[in-house]
């Protein structure tokens, strides 16, 4: 007997604003069609005052899930069911799955910076982490590393009221300590830091010579340094890293494991990672 066809795809999608140069859509549609999944990620415009209306829409059209991005990971909170311990605790979602009827509001950006830091034989046990930047993505880190038992994270950020309210959450939040340390020109990184985190946007597309104000010879060579920023990966900062021999890590593992956390939970399925990270190499023109 012929088996019926379906012509119905599950839908994804990242609502962002600006969105246009997201790559994310090429990692899962690539993850999409290797399990042979009839799934589809759409990477759609959302203006602020729209997203009510986008999060109704996807309720509507039974999405399975969606990211979140500039401006949305804040404004999305009211608009869900549920939040995870995670995306509580950052403050943020990145990523809604949609389950029984409700929509759960997740967050993978620190999950994923976690696990691209294992994937670098890196454990955040016991370590002190200094980031640069205490935006959305700070956060996440420094949130994830904390519940993974960094011991102290530092946070130096422009904005003071910013930064110092990262570092007050971090500490009351979670079992590490936490401190804000005002950025001043050519900040010095604290001689004690094993893993420095660079979590602004100096260095994105198309600023992509921009360079953290920070004084590079403060850098050890026991340091470890990572960058979040992934268009282009390897960023002046991590150049400057490299030339003293640190280790660096590119913001690229980040976006991969969260794409596959983010996979999994839509799917069910167990994520193929090799195949995601392939076909984002292929889309930045790098050998993965
Ligand atoms: P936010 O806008 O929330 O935060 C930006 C941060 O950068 C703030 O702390 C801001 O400081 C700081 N900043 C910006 N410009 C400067 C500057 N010239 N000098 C000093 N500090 C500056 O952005 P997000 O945290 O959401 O995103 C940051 C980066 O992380 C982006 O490049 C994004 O692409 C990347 N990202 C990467 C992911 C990945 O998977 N690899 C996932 C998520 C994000 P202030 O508070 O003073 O304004």
């Known amino acids: 007997m012929q088996q019926e066809k379906i012509y119905r795809a599950e839908l994804t999608a990242c609502f962002g604003d600006p969105v246009d140069e997201n790559p994310t859509g090429v990692i899962e549609e690539a993850g999409y069609e290797a399990l042979g999944l009839n799934y589809r990620y759409l990477t759609v415009r959302v203006e602020k005052d729209h997203l009510p209306d986008a999060v109704n829409g996807a309720r509507a059209m039974g999405f399975r899930g969606f990211n979140l991005t500039i401006p949305?990971?804040?404004?999305?909170?009211?608009?869900?069911?549920?939040?995870?311990?995670?995306?509580?605790?950052?403050?943020?979602?990145?990523?809604?799955?949609?389950?029984?009827?409700?929509?759960?509001?997740?967050?993978?950006?620190?999950?994923?910076?976690?696990?691209?830091?294992?994937?670098?034989?890196?454990d955040p046990s016991g370590k002190t982490v200094t980031l640069l930047g205490a935006g959305g993505a700070a956060r996440a880190v420094s949130i994830e590393l904390a519940l993974a038992g960094a011991r102290?994270?530092?946070?130096?950020?422009?904005?003071?009221?910013?930064?110092?309210?990262?570092?007050?959450?971090?500490?009351?939040?979670?079992?590490?300590?936490?401190a804000y340390i005002p950025w001043s020109r050519q900040?010095?990184?604290?001689?004690?830091?094993?893993?420095?985190?660079?979590?602004?946007?100096?260095?994105?597309?198309?600023?992509?010579?921009?360079?953290?104000?920070?004084?590079?010879?403060?850098?050890?060579?026991?340091?470890?340094?990572?960058?979040?920023?992934?268009?282009?990966?390897?960023t002046p900062f991590l150049q400057e890293a490299a030339r003293r021999g640190l280790k660096t890590i590119?913001?690229?593992?980040?976006?991969?494991?969260?794409?596959?956390?983010?996979?999994?939970?839509?799917?069910?399925?167990?994520?193929?990672v090799e195949v995601m990270t392939e076909a984002l190499a292929k889309e930045f023109g790098l050998n993965p």
């Open 187 to 234: 900040i010095r990184i604290p001689a004690e830091t094993d893993i420095l985190v660079q979590c602004t946007n100096i260095g994105l597309f198309p600023d992509v010579n921009g360079k953290p104000d920070v004084d590079y010879d403060s850098f050890r060579p026991g340091m470890v340094a990572a960058d979040v920023v992934f268009n282009r990966p390897e």
């Open 250 to 272: 590119t913001g690229l593992g980040m976006l991969v494991n969260q794409a596959a956390l983010n996979f999994s939970l839509w799917t069910g399925a167990d994520a193929p």
């Open 152 to 178: 102290h994270i530092n946070i130096i950020n422009r904005s003071e009221a910013r930064g110092a309210e990262l570092a007050v959450s971090v500490s009351k939040k979670t079992k590490a300590t936490a």
């Open 72 to 122: 949305h990971k804040v404004a999305v909170i009211p608009l869900l069911d549920e939040l995870t311990v995670a995306a509580r605790l950052i403050g943020a979602v990145n990523t809604v799955v949609s389950k029984d009827g409700k929509l759960i509001g997740e967050n993978t950006d620190g999950k994923g910076f976690l696990t691209s830091l294992r994937e670098n034989g890196i």
